[in-house]
């Protein structure tokens, strides 16, 4: 499968972004979804998850509360709704796939293996 992010960008602090991936294939309800962000220095971290079904759900919790991952199986695309941003939510944002119909939503980057180019977001204090 192939991602593809899109929609990161700058933003004030307290303002919103919504981040979306787009998945190629036809087996993209097969995959579990991630999203994982990255500053320079540091190692790629995980931000949210969500089942082959959308049933379930996983957040850091620097994000909960705030963040919220959706999906669209019938458009084939992941989202990352993400209110009340911070400066410190400023990364490289990415989006991961695995093969999995489990009922976890996995939350370990080692456990994704796909992963697309990564889209920025600034937020601004």
């Known amino acids: 499968v192939q991602l593809v992010e899109s929609g990161g960008g700058l933003v004030q602090s307290g303002g919103s972004l919504r981040l979306s991936c787009a998945a190629s294939g036809d087996t993209f309800s097969s995959y579990a979804m991630g999203w994982f962000r990255q500053t320079p220095g540091n190692e790629r971290d995980f931000v949210a998850s969500?089942?082959?079904?959308?049933?379930?759900?996983e957040y850091a919790d620097s994000v909960k509360g705030r963040f919220t991952i959706s999906r669209d199986n019938t458009k084939n695309t992941v989202d990352l709704r993400m209110n009340r941003l911070k400066p410190e939510d400023t990364a490289v944002y990415y989006c991961?796939?695995?093969?999995?119909?489990?009922?976890?939503?996995?939350?370990?980057?080692?456990?994704?293996?796909?992963w697309g180019q990564g889209t920025q977001v600034t937020v601004s204090s």
């Open positions: 969500i089942t082959w079904s959308g049933g379930r759900t």
């Open positions: 991961a796939a695995v093969v999995s119909r489990g009922a976890y939503a996995p939350m370990d980057r080692r456990q994704f293996d796909y």
